[in-house]
T-cell receptor, first 113, second 111 residues
């Protein structure tokens, strides 16, 4: 069985401050890891993905995530957040089979002006 | 992209509902997810080449169809109050490392 744990349900942070959203996973096999972002009243959009190779992956809007196999983590970071980053962020994994993707419960990032 | 209809729907307990989705062109797999308020999306089932290719922990009254023209449906019979949720359709290529492309969802309210 596979599972994803997002340790923080809400994270308030001041604008231009750094942020880390935590994600831990459990799987008995190799995994593919994803971060999705959901803005109010919208579906989920892919933010970044780890498939293989370099353990540090980056998105086009300044977010990055590091795959740590020994700690089974895939934390999301941004050195300086903007108001527009206010959204809910979901960590997800796919460990094979028929492409069932398991999501965490989400972390609401609230950027304070 | 992926489009879903309708955007909102209100039904009464015991009724049946059909939600529709149009996949992104070129994608051969469609998945449906249920997102209850304050929760992450839960996998309902996946269709590939018009056949169900995997199912999550949902009862048989949840069923689906995938058509050759990139469209698909989610049907729910005998609606229950707990079925109230955002239903998300996602299309992708049939590969474990293929990201999901989501529609904006259908908000279903069961009264």
């Amino acid at each position: 069985a596979q599972s994803v744990t997002q340790l923080d349900s809400q994270v308030p942070v001041f604008e231009e401050a750094p942020v880390e959203l935590r994600c831990n996973y459990s799987s008995s096999v190799s995994v593919y890891l994803f971060w999705y972002v959901q803005y109010p009243n919208q579906g989920l959009q892919l933010l970044l993905k780890y498939l293989s190779g370099s353990t540090l992956v980056e998105s086009i809007n300044g977010f990055e995530a590091e795959f740590n196999k020994s700690q089974t983590s895939f934390h999301l970071r941004k050195p300086s957040v903007h108001i527009s980053d206010t959204a809910e962020y979901f960590c997800a994994l796919n460990s094979g089979g028929y492409q069932k993707v398991t999501f965490g419960t989400g972390t609401k990032l609230q950027v304070i002006p | 992209g992926v489009t879903q209809s309708p955007t909102h729907l209100i039904k009464t307990r015991g009724q049946q509902v059909t939600l529709r989705c149009s996949s992104q062109s070129g994608h051969n797999t469609v998945s449906w997810y249920q997102q209850a308020l304050g929760q992450g999306p839960q996998f309902i089932f996946q269709y590939y080449r018009e056949e169900e290719n995997g199912r999550g922990n949902f009862p048989p009254r949840f069923s689906g169809l995938q058509f050759p023209n990139d469209s698909s449906e989610l049907n729910v019979n005998a609606l229950e109050l707990d079925d109230s949720a955002l239903y998300l359709c996602a299309s992708s290529y049939r590969a474990d490392n293929s990201p999901l492309h989501f529609g904006n969802g259908t908000r279903l309210t069961v009264t």
